[in-house]
């Protein structure tokens, strides 16, 4: 017994390792299959074609078979019917046949009435080896003589294929033939279906005998094998050639729908000069037609309001150009007169002090008109560069610190450690801080105006705050709307052009960034400009709140962090 | 302030204001109303310092600036009506010096001017390293292993300003100030443009500075020696 449990021990050890590599593979098969399964449903969900040809397969299919075993029913039917009809007529014959030699034979012994049978028997069975025709006399049901006679049989089928009904049925109506259909095995030992014709005959001194005639249906059913066969490879074939004719169709109808959907996409990609073929004037024709005309009518808008673009840049830039040039030598003069204005009496000395100023008016009016301009052409480009935003910080208080000390104003800066390096356009963010600044100060009633920077993993901020007049509802969102002004009456001190704010929004929107207004009536008023730190990303959120930092907006004793403000630059300072 | 002027302006107003400006400061002036004559007149006239409008008739201030450098490296210092970076761009890379944006100050004008006229202090023998080159300060000659590299004016002033403190980041502002000599905020494309012109002179492959080597977010700093 020992030296058995090894082996087996050995055996199942083996199944153990193999276990895991075997769940791998079903495992692996599984996923294979679940692959192929979302391939397929892929396949269907993205080929028309395929789903046409499935579909008109399958349809056909269905079609095919009822049709076909309809057919088929009906050419069985038509065959055992025929085959009925002859073998009542064979058996009618026959029976009368036997009948008149069992007449005819006359009163004789028992011996020779068995021989007499089994000759009749023996010349009422077909003749040959065919077998078409089987046959069976037997002592009738109701026959309560003595049995001089035997069931005579000429062949294999005996009695008990003879089914009870059949027998009941002729002892009930002995002057018919009774036809029913039964099996029988044949030689090879498969079934075979059969004809089983009945009817009485009388044997002399015997009595009443039943005549059994069996007709095998192996021809027929050979024929029907034939028929089956042929249906079977027409409805294949039949199907084959729908799924053909299917694949034909679509391919004319599905070709130019993908090829327009390819020439959609590639004119959607810019590629303003695709085009469809279109030939001949059917419906496949017509849509190339249609989809090419609506492929002109949007080239040619494209096309115009390219024009009108370049157009606009150009009179922008030339423009630009054409009253530069005389504003030069008009500003030179100015200053030139305006240096020497000493030398004049006092009224004229005045006009030069007022001209010079008015040409510095002049001037940035006309610079930022010509750079809104630029905007709406589309012609503004950003010039980008890594960027340390507390450095872009320190010049804008730097180039402020003279309007903020006329103003009387302090500027203070919450600093940070953290690097705030985004890539950046410095020139259009340190106009934008610049005019945010000015615009606090302008506001800001003398009172403090803080600077504040954050930075987040996406985006850097800075808000710019006053404690001023602030700004009334609604008017946060109009501040940036062009020559938008809070208040009609209030004297204009710092010559702003009323398009600065405008401007600072452009230039935040060209960076993909935010420039955010918050205000209240007589507490004062925020600008958050958000830019991300990367070119073409998009911010998620603003680092820095947009409200007036902690310090101010509640006068709570100390702040909990660092972040005292840190002046820059005083009243002193000059 | 000596020296003389080469105005090429088409616009005869300012030409003439530019003159009356430039000569109340003790200045020659010499004009030219276009392109073409520009180059005849510059060799004519041998001016000290070029003041040069970039839309001109006949050969553009473009083309009038890449001329002018191919002769020599005396300081340009381009006017332009337009402030499109590209225009600004193209005008420094042709081998301008400095830009003034019209319509100018008078005094940013005589400023820009005097900084690229001031060179004439004489500087100390002084002999500076930078990568494997060797700068002559007093001698304004740069020598890669003995032989002469030509740099204008400018893009030696940068170069020395680079190599006198090796190792030190100079953000562009500072450069602007110490090369350019802008005591307030200039333009930075200035530093960007004329660190590639010099890049493309002294650099064994201008794709891969080792010797101004760009510190990102910051600015730039002279390679190891």
Redesign the interface.
């Known amino acids: 017994m020992f030296t058995w449990s090894r082996p087996i021990n050995v055996t199942r050890s083996r199944i153990a390792q193999l276990a895991p590599p075997l769940e791998r593979h079903v495992r692996a098969a599984r996923s294979a299959l679940q692959r192929v399964a979302r391939w397929l449903l892929h396949l269907w969900r993205s080929s028309l074609q395929l789903r046409v040809i499935v579909s008109t397969m399958l349809l056909g299919l269905i079609v095919v078979l009822m049709l076909g075993s309809y057919l088929y029913q009906r050419i069985a039917d038509g065959l055992v019917n025929d085959r009925i009809i002859t073998a009542r007529a064979e058996a009618t014959s026959q029976t009368l046949a036997a009948q008149s030699r069992f007449d005819s034979a006359g009163r004789m012994d028992a011996v020779s009435l068995t021989q007499l049978a089994f000759d009749v028997v023996g010349q009422l069975s077909s003749p040959g080896a065919d077998r078409s025709r089987e046959v069976i006399l037997t002592r009738a049901k109701n026959n309560t003589g003595p049995a001089s006679v035997p069931t005579v049989l000429s062949g294999d089928v005996g009695l008990p294929s003879v089914p009870a009904g059949l027998r009941t049925a002729i002892a009930a109506d002995p002057t018919h033939q009774q036809v029913q259909l039964i099996l029988i095995s044949s030689v090879d030992g498969a079934t075979v279906p059969a004809a089983i014709v009945g009817s009485r005959v009388t044997l002399p001194a015997a009595g009443q005998y039943e005549l059994y005639f069996v007709f095998p249906l192996d021809r027929e059913q050979q024929t029907l094998r034939v028929v089956a066969r042929t249906f079977s490879l027409g409805a294949i074939a039949l199907v084959l050639l729908l799924g053909g004719v299917a694949y034909v169709v679509t391919r004319i109808v599905v070709d130019p729908v993908r090829r327009a959907a390819l020439v959609a996409e590639r004119l959607s990609s810019g590629l303003l000069h695709e085009r469809m073929g279109a030939h001949g004037e059917d419906d496949i024709a017509r849509l190339g037609k249609a989809f090419n005309a609506m492929a002109d009518s949007l080239q040619e808008q494209i096309r115009q309001l390219e024009d009108l673009s370049r157009v606009q840049q150009r009179f922008v830039s030339d423009v630009s150009h054409e009253l530069r040039t005389p504003l030069t030598t008009i500003r030179m003069a100015g200053d030139l007169i305006h240096d020497s204005r000493h030398d004049f009496d006092p009224s004229v000395a005045r006009s030069a002090e007022l001209l010079h100023n008015e040409i510095d008016r002049f001037e940035s009016l006309l610079s930022d008109l010509l750079e809104i301009s630029r905007f709406d052409a589309g012609a503004a480009v950003l010039d980008v560069e890594a960027t340390d935003l507390r450095n872009t910080i320190v010049r804008t208080i730097e180039s402020t610190a003279a309007l903020a000390a006329r103003r009387g104003s302090r500027l203070e800066v919450i600093p940070t450690d953290r690097p705030c390096v985004a890539e950046i356009d410095p020139r259009r963010v340190e106009r934008i801080l610049r005019n945010l600044v000015a615009n606090a100060i302008e506001y800001g009633e003398g009172r403090p105006v803080t600077v504040q920077l954050g930075v987040n993993a996406k985006a850097v901020a800075v808000s710019v705050c006053d404690s001023g007049v602030g700004l009334r509802a609604g008017e946060a969102a109009m501040v940036f709307n062009r020559f938008w002004r809070a208040d009609p009456a209030r004297a204009r001190t710092t010559g702003g052009t009323g398009l600065g704010l405008a401007i600072s929004r452009e230039d935040a929107r060209l960076h993909g960034g935010w420039l955010h207004a918050w205000g209240e009536p007589g507490v004062g008023s925020c600008f958050r400009l958000t830019l991300p730190r990367h070119t073409g990303t998009v911010i998620e959120s603003s680092p820095l709140p947009l409200r007036l930092p902690k310090e101010r907006s509640a006068p709570s004793p100390a702040s909990e962090s660092t972040s005292s403000p840190v002046a820059i630059s005083g009243v002193a300072e000059s | 302030m000596k020296g003389r002027v080469l105005v090429v302006d088409d616009?005869l107003?300012?030409s003439e204001?530019?003159g009356?400006?430039l000569r109340?400061e003790g200045l020659d002036v010499v004009h030219c109303a276009n392109g073409s004559s520009a180059m005849t007149l510059f060799r004519e006239s041998r001016p000290d310092i070029v003041l040069l409008d970039l839309?001109l008739p006949g050969i553009d201030g473009i083309e009038v600036c890449r001329r002018i450098r191919a002769e020599s490296g005396i300081p340009i210092v381009m006017?332009t009506?337009?402030?499109?970076?590209?225009d600004v761009v193209v005008g420094l890379e042709s081998g301008a010096d400095d830009y003034v944006l019209?319509?100018?100050?008078?005094?940013e004008?005589i400023a820009r001017v005097r900084a690229r006229l001031r060179r004439g202090d004489e500087p100390e023998p002084e002999q500076l390293q930078i990568g494997d080159l060797v700068i002559d300060v007093a001698g304004h000659t740069v020598k890669r292993q003995g032989k002469s590299l030509s740099l204008t004016p400018l893009e030696f002033d940068l170069l020395v300003a680079l190599a006198r403190k090796p190792r030190q980041v100079f953000?562009r502002?500072v450069l602007l100030e110490q090369v350019w000599g802008y005591r307030?905020?200039g333009?930075?494309?200035l530093v960007?443009v004329h660190v590639q012109r010099l890049r493309s002179k002294i650099e064994h492959d201008p794709e891969h500075p080792e010797i101004v080597v760009t510190v990102?977010?910051?600015g730039y700093r002279a390679g190891p020696p």
């Open positions: 616009d107003a300012l204001m530019l009356i400006v109340n839309m006017l009506a337009r402030t499109d970076t590209i019209k319509p100018f100050k008078t005094q004008l953000t502002e307030h905020a333009d930075t494309r960007n990102r977010g910051v």
